[in-house]
């Protein structure tokens, strides 16, 4: 994958796009030293994608059915993916509300370079209902907190690997859905924005050496 001087990230998205577009304000504002290279979204309606199109950030659309609909495989699909994103030279592909579990025909390509963001602590509630999970069992006394994470991507388990960040979130006895999520998702965008900064500060490219 290619070296640039500020990191070149492709951001995946199935959604709203929030944590999309803290990205792109850190990025604004000068507090994330990176590029957004492309936005990809399987649904078409995603909102991120007008976000990111209002930022004359490339995007790209691209949906499983046409592949569901031709008897063509998962990994197919994948792969093409992978291809579609590596033309725009990510050094970091970052799963923000992705919703597609990724194969390795994907994950191959980029070698501890996937990125994904998760509304729960590690080991916790994986999947795509982490939020109201997280709330049933917390009325259900077994847990007290909740949190966020952010890891590294290196197989087809769900929101699990290497944890490169995680945050506690607390939850209050009248709290709703909507006011654990709205808490979960500021949580969310600081601590994505923080780590990316974090990486792209660690791991200098040889460009910035030069
Ligand atoms: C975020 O809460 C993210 O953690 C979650 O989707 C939401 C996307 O919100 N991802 C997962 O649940 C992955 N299993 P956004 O579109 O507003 O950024």
């Not at 790209?60 to 994948?78: C, M, N, T, V, W």
Request: proline share 9%.
């Amino acid at each position: 994958m290619s070296r640039s001087p500020r990191p070149r990230l492709a951001v995946l998205i199935s959604g709203n796009g929030t944590n999309l577009q803290a990205l792109m304000d850190a990025i604004q504002e000068g507090r994330l030293p990176a590029t957004i290279s492309v936005v990809i979204s399987n649904r078409k309606a995603a909102y991120g994608l007008e976000r990111a199109r209002r930022a004359d950030i490339p995007t790209e659309y691209f949906p499983l059915k046409p592949y569901r609909d031709a008897g063509r495989s998962r990994r197919e699909y994948d792969a093409d993916l992978a291809r579609l994103a590596a033309r725009y030279r990510p050094d970091w592909v970052v799963l923000a509300g992705w919703m597609h579990i990724l194969s390795r025909a994907f994950l191959d390509r980029f070698p501890n370079r996937v990125i994904n963001l998760h509304p729960a602590l590690p080991g916790q509630f994986p999947g795509a209902h982490a939020i109201p999970d997280a709330l049933e069992a917390y009325r259900q006394g077994k847990i007290r907190h909740t949190g966020v994470m952010v890891h590294l991507v290196p197989d087809e388990q769900v929101d699990a690997g290497p944890v490169l960040a995680a945050r506690e979130v607390p939850i209050y006895p009248e709290d709703t859905l909507e006011s654990l999520t709205e808490r979960i998702h500021s949580v969310e965008h600081r601590l994505l924005v923080e780590t990316l900064a974090r990486l792209a500060q660690e791991e200098p490219s040889p460009c910035d050496s030069a």
